[in-house]
């Protein structure tokens, strides 16, 4: 399509398409397909060698068969990538990778017993028969021609393109290999009856003619295709936790019609049908309980670590696992609507960005085949012109294009992220892409919010004062049932905390109920007149009662009177609770180097109550949203790295100015679409474990970067100078590559020290009820999927 075929729009949303690469094998591969998508006007594209995909930005009138025919013609195969949710059941794709790692299995074992008796007969003079060299000669013919086409082939199509990747390192050395022995056999005189030949780890100035260079024509297909065999293992290893979490939905659902059930598949179920879950059994989608009462096991999902009592209206998530009873659920959402789906795919989008320092990385491998040619032609010369045999020349030629390596210089840092981004997922932390990762790890100040941040931002009742001669319970059983029927937030308090300390969880009935706006409520219960709100003006309170009530202001907390029979009995205090995991982040942080800062918008004592309870020293209170943007910016400009972590709308414009945004996962979508990072789990101890993580992260890319330069560094001096036979060349190159990758799968094992977390091989654990998981999750993922 030419710029007169397409339509002219201004400001034309683009579209983002997924496409499945096969065929790449190095950096430079990543670099041929992002430059040939990128020609395509108003088309750009991010390629991960790790996952070997493809994230296109482009215009609508870009087809995505344009874009699939683009990767084609520079030689790589393209398919639409299926999503998430749906790549665990797809079957047929299943079947397909099983049927191709088949196959190069079967490959690598006919490489493998072809290649074995010539690299032994090779190797051993004492072990070389009469005519020993022509049965080498045979067996080599096959795995040069076919066991070797894969890297012929791909070498073939990268020069059609004017382009050189590791496939033409290898089909080179392969080729140069065979070539001379072919020479050497037919007209060097080394096809001779009788013929012996040494071997040696370098090259030896011997007779040109007389030496055979098959041990390194079959070596080099064998050991390559041994490493990227383990090397493919190792990648599908590093992408475990995101299947897992892709995975953990169940395949059927026994759903309720009437009086009768009958089971189906999962991808049948429809929002409003109700569905049977028993002891043992996965919670097949988002649902409300409509009957029964159970624990879930949320372990899998959310790394919960003890079950979550259930029962009616209570909010479920798909993947739970029902450790109880039998429950009744009405389906709310299903297939790509569920949390779990929607937060598969964000972290699935996260792995499809790339860190600046990637970008860097993938620019160096990109110039480093040609390089290496260029370099193995000019050790050819000089070993030539030095006067050298010309088997030395070919010797070293051959083990500088075999042992240079730029697939570890490729994989070093994606195969990192890929593994950190799926482990952030399963402690509860979504990245929203590499560059977090990269902030994250420069933070020195975080600025925390307090409701619903530091604190639950839900009231709950906190203390119980009564007069002398007063059971507290009955005193609470009382208040509960007249607040029973209030809507608001300190009567729900009320009621929450006498319905729990009920027997049964039941309240006595309230006659005569009657709610006074600013005053409080009245009611009778059990034949008692009961009156909670604020002390009438000609009431006395008793001492004690007194004391509890002025404790209650000091601590900026809110506190009702209890009066039964017009008599004052009981104080009720009530207050936005701080999280369980608020101090030990705090504290957890502040050994980790980075400094604590609350700005709020409450009150002074508010603010200064909570600051003490978690340990932080500076606090800025009665902060307007404006204010906490310029306390933001002010830092910054101190030359601080900060991080913002709020939960409601007026921490939005403070969590984009940031260096770094961290949203909880039950706030609001609009600070959750500001955030670089959002907590799912609403646990601050999340924080500790993301910054621990990032800092993992980054030495293992630190490690795998130095392994990849210094490899190459030191291997490709050794084999110009002729110190590195192409056998142990192959070797060398093929372990980088999984070495680098494996280091990277350390990170798998990666288990957070400090309390609420219980292993490397189980997600994190945090304390709260079950309903506000379900929301934080909804939302989290709502807002993310938005701003994508």
Request: neutral net charge; hydrophobic residues 45%.
């Given at each position: 399509?030419?710029?007169r075929d397409r339509p002219e729009l201004v400001d034309e949303p683009l579209v983002i398409t997924d496409l499945l690469v096969g065929g790449m094998t190095c950096a430079a591969c990543v670099a041929r397909v992002e430059k040939k998508l990128g020609r395509v006007e108003g088309v750009t594209a991010t390629v991960n060698l790790a996952t070997g995909r493809a994230r296109v930005s482009h215009p609508a009138w870009v087809a995505v068969e344009r874009l699939i025919s683009v990767v084609e013609s520079a030689g790589y195969s393209?398919?639409?990538?299926?999503?998430?949710?749906?790549?665990?059941?797809?079957?047929?794709?299943?079947?397909?990778?099983?049927?191709?790692?088949?196959?190069?299995?079967?490959?690598?074992?006919?490489?493998?017993?072809?290649?074995?008796?010539?690299?032994?007969?090779?190797?051993?003079?004492?072990?070389?028969?009469?005519?020993?060299?022509?049965?080498?000669?045979?067996?080599?013919v096959p795995v040069v021609g076919w066991s070797a086409w894969s890297f012929h082939e791909r070498a073939l199509v990268g020069l059609r393109h004017a382009t050189a990747t590791m496939d033409t390192l290898v089909s080179l050395g392969v080729l140069a290999s065979f070539v001379w022995s072919t020479y050497a056999l037919c007209f060097g005189g080394a096809g001779q009856p009788g013929m012996r030949m040494p071997f040696s780890l370098v090259s030896e100035a011997g007779s040109a003619s007389a030496h055979l260079y098959l041990e390194a024509a079959v070596s080099v297909p064998l050991f390559v295709l041994v490493g990227r065999h383990l090397e493919e293992r190792a990648k599908r290893g590093a992408g475990s936790a995101l299947r897992a979490l892709a995975e953990l939905g169940s395949r059927d659902v026994e759903v309720r019609e009437g009086d009768q059930s009958r089971r189906?598949?999962?991808?049948?179920?429809?929002?409003?049908?109700?569905?049977?879950?028993?002891?043992?059994?996965?919670?097949?989608?988002?649902?409300?309980?409509?009957?029964?009462?159970?624990?879930?096991?949320?372990?899998?999902?959310?790394?919960?670590?003890?079950?979550?009592?259930?029962?009616?209206?209570?909010?479920?998530?798909?993947?739970?696992?029902?450790?109880?009873g039998l429950l009744v659920v009405r389906a709310t959402a299903v297939g790509a609507d569920t949390q779990l789906a929607r937060i598969t795919q964000l972290v699935s989008d996260a792995q499809a960005g790339k860190a600046r320092i990637q970008r860097l990385a993938d620019t160096a491998a990109g110039v480093f085949v040609p390089a290496i040619v260029t370099v193995a032609c000019t050790v050819l010369g000089f070993w030539l012109g030095a006067g050298a045999d010309t088997s030395a020349a070919v010797t070293a030629a051959v083990a500088v294009l075999v042992v240079a390596c730029p697939c570890a210089l490729g994989l070093a840092i994606p195969t990192a992220f890929l593994v950190a981004s799926g482990r952030g997922a399963q402690l509860g932390v979504l990245l929203r892409g590499p560059e977090a990762l990269e902030r994250l790890r420069r933070i020195d100040t975080v600025v925390f919010d307090k409701t619903g941040t530091l604190t639950t931002g839900r009231m709950t009742l906190t203390d119980i004062s009564v007069v002398a001669g007063e059971d507290a319970d009955a005193i609470l059983h009382l208040a509960g049932a007249v607040e029973y029927g209030s809507e608001h937030p300190i009567g729900?308090?009320?009621?929450?905390?006498?319905?729990?300390?009920?027997?049964?969880?039941?309240?006595?009935?309230?006659?005569?109920?009657?709610?006074?706006?600013?005053?409080?409520?009245?009611?009778?219960?059990?034949?008692?007149?009961?009156?909670?709100?604020?002390?009438?003006?000609?009431?006395?309170?008793?001492?004690?009662?007194?004391?509890?009530?002025?404790?209650?202001?000091?601590?900026?907390?809110?506190?009702?009177?209890?009066?039964?029979?017009?008599?004052?009995?009981?104080?009720?205090?009530?207050?936005?609770?701080?999280?369980?995991?608020?101090?030990?982040?705090?504290?957890?942080?502040?050994?980790?180097?980075?400094e604590s800062i609350l700005v709020t918008g409450d009150g002074a004592a508010a603010a200064h109550a909570v600051a003490e309870q978690v340990g932080i020293s500076e606090v800025h209170a009665e902060v307007t949203p404006e204010g906490k943007t310029a306390i933001v910016a002010r830092l910054r400009d101190e030359g601080r790295r900060v991080a913002v972590i709020g939960d409601g709308v007026n921490d939005a414009a403070a969590l984009a100015c940031a260096d770094l945004?961290?949203?909880?996962?039950?706030?609001?979508?609009?600070?959750?679409?500001?955030?670089?990072?959002?907590?799912?789990?609403?646990?601050?101890?999340?924080?500790?474990?993301?910054?621990?993580?990032?800092?993992?992260?980054?030495?293992?890319?630190?490690?795998?970067?130095?392994?990849?330069?210094?490899?190459?560094?030191?291997?490709?001096?050794?084999?110009?100078?002729?110190?590195?036979?192409?056998?142990?060349?192959?070797?060398?190159?093929s372990a980088s590559s999984v070495l680098v990758v494996a280091n990277s799968l350390r990170l798998r094992a990666y288990s957070p020290s400090g309390p609420g977390y219980r292993s490397a091989s189980a997600f994190a654990s945090t304390d709260?009820?079950?309903?506000?998981?379900?929301?934080?999750?909804?939302s989290t993922a709502a807002s993310l999927e938005e701003t994508r």
């Open positions: 399509m030419t710029s393209a398919e639409l990538r299926p999503p998430p949710e749906e790549q665990h059941a797809d079957a047929a794709l299943g079947q397909q990778l099983a049927g191709a790692r088949i196959s190069d299995r079967s490959r690598l074992l006919i490489t493998a017993l072809l290649s074995l008796p010539v690299l032994l007969v090779s190797m051993v003079p004492s072990l070389q028969f009469t005519y020993w060299q022509w049965v080498c000669f045979n067996l080599a189906i598949e999962v991808s049948a179920l429809r929002v409003g049908q109700e569905f049977l879950i028993r002891p043992g059994e996965k919670v097949a989608t988002d649902g409300v309980v409509i009957a029964g009462g159970s624990a879930l096991d949320l372990s899998l999902v959310t790394g919960e670590s003890v079950p979550v009592e259930v029962g009616p209206d209570s909010a479920v998530v798909g993947g739970a696992v029902n450790a109880g729900r308090a009320v009621a929450s905390a006498a319905c729990q300390a009920a027997v049964g969880g039941q309240l006595p009935p309230v006659e005569d109920f009657r709610a006074v706006p600013g005053v409080g409520v009245h009611g009778r219960v059990d034949g008692h007149e009961v009156v909670i709100g604020r002390p009438r003006a000609d009431a006395l309170l008793p001492d004690s009662l007194q004391q509890a009530w002025d404790l209650a202001r000091a601590c900026a907390r809110t506190a009702v009177a209890v009066e039964r029979d017009g008599r004052p009995v009981g104080i009720l205090t009530v207050g936005d609770t701080v999280r369980p995991s608020s101090y030990s982040a705090v504290r957890h942080l502040r050994k980790l180097g980075i945004g961290i949203a909880m996962g039950g706030g609001t979508d609009v600070a959750i679409g500001a955030a670089d990072i959002t907590l799912v789990r609403e646990d601050l101890q999340a924080v500790v474990a993301a910054v621990q993580l990032t800092r993992r992260t980054l030495g293992t890319i630190r490690v795998n970067l130095a392994w990849a330069f210094g490899y190459n560094v030191v291997t490709v001096p050794l084999a110009a100078t002729g110190w590195l036979n192409p056998m142990f060349a192959a070797v060398a190159m709260k009820s079950g309903p506000t998981w379900s929301a934080a999750y909804s």
